[in-house]
């Protein structure tokens, strides 16, 4: 893509979103914002698209649209300014736009991301949730509209950089030629280190206070509990069609090496840099150029040491949760990711303790296996075996 790209942004106020605003605007002969979403901070929204001179933002509701024009500066003339989930999804798939970064949280960002899927668009997929919920759907959506997807998780980036390409972001349909494994490193987040018996006690404050990376909170937590690496399991599976056994996670404290693919002959190819989600967003941006971001060099000699170790299953149940849903299947996938929502949010509401979480999830999938087998044929249908399973866990009493 070297022509002028005019990117909408999903989630714009969010951590994904703020560095993605960042990157477009070192930029400006190359792209634009052309629409920008948010879900709460209003006033933030504003300031962005004041600053970004979008023309047109994407509120949840009336309440919303109400405070975002109070917060806009009088004098200047507002944006075009859409409300509410359909006006969502129709904006991802604008004709206006080229390309969609999709980084709002959660399965509520499902929809809008496979909207811009079926419209064609240069798909950059932050939005992992939408992936492990509707992952077979969602491929289906991105080959047969001739989209491009490009993986912005720091992990998905990284082995998307070490595997062969054309030039072109296109969806597998099988495993990259002589490709044995994916090796998804993982920083092991705050807890690698702690007491098992410690851990009943954490909060949110401690949980969201990830070592090396600056994110929205419930990815943060999702790093601690290691449930995150699940996700990207399960991320990769899909995004690179891979099946779970060839796919290993390994421990990796400093966060330098951000995935590696290790091939038939014995190479292992690794992206190293810093942990700043800058590189991977300018990177799907720019595709196939590589563009400035406003990352620094790597000072290797600096940092002196590289380790690696094997995930502690005991300390990281989740992770063995993940596996688990991945092997039986979408519908385990589907109640997985909402039993952690679901668990994470009652945990940074003070309402659930931080060892609780993989019980919720763990239970969840129980639940399902239960269940009479279902087909998740359509976004429908996804959407309502998530409401289902957010009610399941939402029943346990605990969220
Ligand atoms: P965040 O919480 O900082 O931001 C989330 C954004 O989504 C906000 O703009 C918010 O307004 C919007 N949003 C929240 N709920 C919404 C809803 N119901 N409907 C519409 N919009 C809603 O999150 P983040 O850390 O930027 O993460 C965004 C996504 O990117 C997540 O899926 C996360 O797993 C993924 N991701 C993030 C990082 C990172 O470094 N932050 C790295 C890899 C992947
Ligand atoms: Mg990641």
Redesign the pocket.
């Known amino acids: 893509m070297t022509a002028f790209q005019r990117v909408v942004v ?8 703020v560095s993605t605003l960042d990157v477009i605007a070192r930029h400006p002969e190359r792209m634009a914002v052309y629409a920008l ?5 209003m006033e933030r929204l504003a300031e962005q698209a004041l600053a970004s001179r979008a023309a047109v933002v994407v509120v ?1 509701d009336a309440e919303a649209r109400r405070r975002f024009i109070e917060a806009w500066p009088s004098g200047q003339a507002t944006p075009e300014i859409r409300v509410g989930g359909q006006a ?1 999804a129709d904006t991802a798939a604008d004709p206006q736009c080229d390309s969609v970064m999709a ?4 399965a ?2 499902l929809p809008a991301a496979l909207a811009a899927a079926r419209a064609g668009k240069r798909v950059l997929l ?4 939408a992936l492990v919920a509707a992952g077979s759907l969602f491929m289906q959506a991105i080959r047969d509209n001739g989209a491009e997807l490009l993986p ?3 992990e998905h980036n990284a082995i998307f950089q070490c595997l062969p390409h054309q030039g072109r972001a296109v969806a597998p349909s099988s495993p990259a030629r002589g490709v044995r494994r994916l090796l998804l490193t993982a920083s092991g987040g705050p807890f690698r280190g702690r007491d098992l018996e410690d851990l009943h006690e954490v909060t949110p404050a401690e949980a969201c206070a990830h070592p090396n ?1 600056s ?5 943060s937590v ?1 790093s601690a509990t290691m449930l ?1 690496k699940g996700l990207e399991v399960i991320e990769a599976h899909w995004l690179f069609a891979m099946p779970a056994d060839r796919i290993e996670v390994v421990v990796h404290p400093q966060s330098v090496v951000h995935s590696m693919v290790e091939y038939d002959d014995g190479s292992v190819l690794a992206q190293l840099g810093q942990p700043d ?1 800058r590189t991977p967003i300018a990177y799907g941006l720019g595709f196939p150029d590589r563009l400035e971001s406003g990352v620094g060099p790597l000072d290797l000699t600096r940092l002196g040491r590289l380790d690696f170790e094997k995930p502690d299953l005991s300390r990281f149940p989740c992770l063995a949760h993940s596996f688990a849903a991945l092997r039986a299947g979408q519908g385990a996938c589907v109640a997985l990711n909402a039993a952690n929502e679901v668990a994470v949010e009652a945990f940074l509401d003070g309402r659930l303790a931080y060892t609780w979480i993989p019980r919720v999830i763990e239970a969840a999938l129980e639940w399902q296996a239960r269940q009479a087998s279902v087909t998740l044929s359509s976004l429908d249908d996804v959407l309502a075996l998530d409401a289902e399973s957010r009610a399941f866990a939402g029943n346990l009493g605990l969220a």
């Open positions: 999903l989630g714009s106020t969010g951590s994904i979103g979403s948010a879900h709460s901070r949840p969502l980084a709002i949280v959660g509520a960002g932050a939005n992992k949730e912005i998780d720091s990376w994110m929205g909170r419930k990815i999702d995150n989600m």
